[in-house]
């Protein structure tokens, strides 16, 4: 090996260093071949430039009788005696003066996405000697379950036996039924008279969930179970009662297949009965439920409701009603029919397309409602509601009195009571919202309670 220091200034510690180096390396090669080495050293000039090395070797040739050190892609120390497979880079390192092996580059580009993928196998499996002391751990315990009965019972007790499994899920296969099954299920228990009562409350429970679908509540009428609910209206057990109301109310709501069949099978008589008998309250309320879900929408219904005595019956529940839970939901039944006439007859060119139009407004105008709330004496009831200390149903109240305005506005004129009220509501609702005003907390609620008032005493002058 020759090496050539050129001249040069602040080189020359560097080319010292460099013959050095080359001394050291030269003596090295020299010893190796005097310890029968077959093999020969070529030196590559260092292209790192710098990091405390200075020379790397490329092993050609190895020894077999010297022990054989496995390079990877990281710089290992070598020990005196040992050997580096062919094509394996050598370095001196000079900060330490000891020689170091790694992997060349054309084995090292090969050797890294390999190793990975090998390193990441070995994390996820296990060894084989540690798979064989595992074998071997469990076979002694199940030489020794097999022969300790107490064991055996034990383990017995903690796993179900396989047919006992495959038994149970034959039984959940079973239990997927769709909601026609369901309902045909309950329908069917409740049509039993093996049924209790307990039971039947649980069922009618069940079927009030699952008729807010429209689909299932036209399902249980084709079933016939319209008719069952029905018939619970009838019982004696006033809990059945308030139950079955719930369900009919629940299947009524927007749904018009199920407003006509129900008209059909005479369930408005149904409920004028029960609202006219002595019952509970609670079941009066499921009942007024259900008849404003029948009459919601439906001119027809709304007709025989008032030709079958619907406003003289509520009229008396009203009068008899001392809490006012039972008025507020009778007066704003009455304000949505009001309502709802007034809306169709009122309706713009967008109705007048629709083809049904005109047989709507001839079928609202069949119900004759102003005139019956006139004579059952509506124009005097409804005021008494503002007497209540609840907001919710003084607001009732006065939507209802501005919808009945053009019927009973002599008879508001001519009730001082009525001025009265709604003089002392206008001052109570002003001081409220002046109060709020000061705490920056105002609330539009009590303004439009306001301007309702307003409305109504403009239409008493």
């Given at each position: 090996?020759?090496?050539?220091?050129?001249?040069?200034?602040?080189?020359s510690?560097?080319?010292?260093?460099?013959?050095?180096?080359?001394?050291?390396?030269?003596?090295h090669?020299?010893?190796?071949?005097s310890?029968?080495?077959e093999?020969?050293?070529?030196?590559?000039?260092?292209?790192d430039?710098?990091?405390?090395?200075?020379?790397?070797?490329?092993?050609?040739v190895e020894d077999d009788?010297?022990?054989v050190?496995?390079p990877?892609?990281e710089?290992?120390?070598l020990?005196?005696?040992?050997?580096?497979?062919a094509?394996?880079?050598?370095?001196?390192?000079?900060?330490?003066g000891?020689?170091?092996?790694?992997?060349?580059e054309?084995?090292?580009?090969?050797w890294?996405q390999?190793?990975?993928?090998?390193?990441?196998?070995?994390k996820?499996?296990?060894?084989?000697d540690?798979?064989?002391?595992a074998m071997?751990?469990?076979?002694?315990?199940?030489?020794?379950a097999?022969?300790?009965?107490d064991?055996?019972?034990?383990?017995?007790?903690r796993?179900?036996p396989?047919?006992?499994l495959?038994?149970?899920?034959?039984?959940?296969?079973?239990?997927?039924?769709?909601?026609?099954?369901?309902?045909r299920?309950?329908?069917d228990q409740?049509n039993?008279?093996?049924?209790?009562?307990?039971?039947?409350?649980?069922?009618?429970?069940e079927?009030?969930?699952?008729?807010?679908?429209?689909d299932?509540a036209?399902?249980?009428?084709?079933?016939?179970?319209?008719?069952l609910i029905?018939?619970?209206?009838?019982s004696?057990?006033?809990?059945l009662?308030?139950?079955?109301?719930f369900?009919?109310?629940?299947?009524?709501?927007s749904?018009?297949?199920v407003?006509?069949?129900?008209?059909?099978?005479g369930?408005l008589?149904?409920?004028l009965t029960?609202?006219?008998?002595?019952q509970?309250?609670?079941v009066?309320?499921?009942?007024?439920?259900?008849?404003?879900?029948?009459?919601?929408?439906?001119?027809?219904?709304?007709?025989?409701?008032?030709s079958?005595?619907?406003?003289?019956?509520l009229?008396?529940?009203?009068?008899?009603?001392?809490g006012?839970?039972?008025?507020?939901?009778i007066?704003?039944?009455l304000?949505?029919?009001i309502?709802?006439?007034?809306?169709?007859s009122q309706?713009?060119?967008?109705w007048?397309q629709?083809p049904?139009?005109?047989?709507?407004v001839r079928?609202y105008?069949?119900?004759s409602?102003?005139?019956?709330?006139?004579?059952?004496?509506?124009?005097?009831l409804?005021?008494?509601?503002?007497l209540?200390t609840?907001h919710d149903?003084?607001?009732?109240?006065?939507?209802?009195?501005?919808?009945m305005a053009?019927?009973?506005?002599?008879?508001?004129?001519?009730?001082s009571?009525l001025?009265?009220s709604?003089?002392?509501?206008?001052?109570?609702y002003?001081d409220?919202?002046?109060s709020?005003?000061?705490?920056?907390?105002?609330?539009?609620y009590?303004?439009?309670l306001?301007?309702?008032l307003?409305a109504?005493?403009?239409?008493?002058?």
């Amino acid at each position: 090996m020759a090496m050539t220091c050129i001249p040069a200034r602040g080189l020359s510690l560097r080319c010292f260093l460099l013959l050095s180096a080359s001394a050291l390396l030269c003596s090295h090669v020299v010893s190796i071949h005097s310890q029968k080495s077959e093999g020969a050293l070529t030196v590559v000039e260092n292209t790192d430039g710098g990091g405390g090395t200075e020379e790397e070797e490329v092993v050609t040739v190895e020894d077999d009788d010297l022990e054989v050190v496995q390079p990877n892609k990281e710089w290992q120390t070598l020990k005196p005696g040992q050997a580096v497979p062919a094509g394996s880079h050598v370095r001196l390192n000079l900060q330490t003066g000891e020689r170091e092996v790694r992997l060349g580059e054309e084995k090292l580009k090969y050797w890294t996405q390999q190793h990975r993928e090998e390193e990441e196998e070995s994390k996820s499996s296990f060894n084989f000697d540690e798979l064989k002391r595992a074998m071997k751990k469990m076979k002694e315990e199940l030489n020794l379950a097999s022969k300790d009965k107490d064991l055996q019972d034990s383990l017995a007790s903690r796993f179900r036996p396989l047919e006992e499994l495959k038994k149970d899920m034959a039984e959940l296969d079973l239990l997927v039924e769709s909601d026609v099954q369901i309902m045909r299920r309950l329908l069917d228990q409740l049509n039993s008279t093996n049924t209790t009562t307990e039971q039947r409350l649980s069922i009618l429970l069940e079927l009030e969930y699952l008729v807010h679908q429209v689909d299932n509540a036209q399902t249980l009428c084709s079933m016939g179970g319209l008719q069952l609910i029905l018939d619970g209206l009838n019982s004696s057990d006033f809990r059945l009662q308030e139950s079955s109301a719930f369900v009919l109310g629940s299947a009524l709501s927007s749904n018009p297949v199920v407003q006509v069949k129900a008209v059909e099978n005479g369930a408005l008589q149904t409920l004028l009965t029960t609202l006219a008998t002595a019952q509970p309250v609670s079941v009066k309320k499921k009942v007024l439920f259900a008849v404003a879900s029948l009459l919601r929408h439906f001119p027809f219904a709304q007709q025989h409701f008032v030709s079958h005595g619907g406003l003289q019956v509520l009229s008396e529940l009203f009068r008899a009603d001392v809490g006012g839970i039972l008025q507020t939901r009778i007066v704003t039944m009455l304000y949505d029919m009001i309502s709802e006439k007034e809306l169709i007859s009122q309706a713009g060119l967008d109705w007048v397309q629709d083809p049904s139009h005109e047989e709507r407004v001839r079928q609202y105008s069949q119900v004759s409602l102003q005139g019956e709330l006139l004579e059952k004496g509506w124009c005097s009831l409804v005021p008494q509601l503002l007497l209540s200390t609840e907001h919710d149903h003084r607001e009732k109240a006065l939507r209802a009195l501005l919808a009945m305005a053009p019927v009973c506005l002599d008879r508001y004129r001519s009730d001082s009571a009525l001025a009265g009220s709604l003089h002392s509501l206008r001052l109570q609702y002003q001081d409220i919202i002046q109060s709020e005003t000061i705490l920056g907390e105002e609330n539009g609620y009590f303004i439009e309670l306001v301007e309702l008032l307003d409305a109504l005493q403009v239409k008493l002058k």
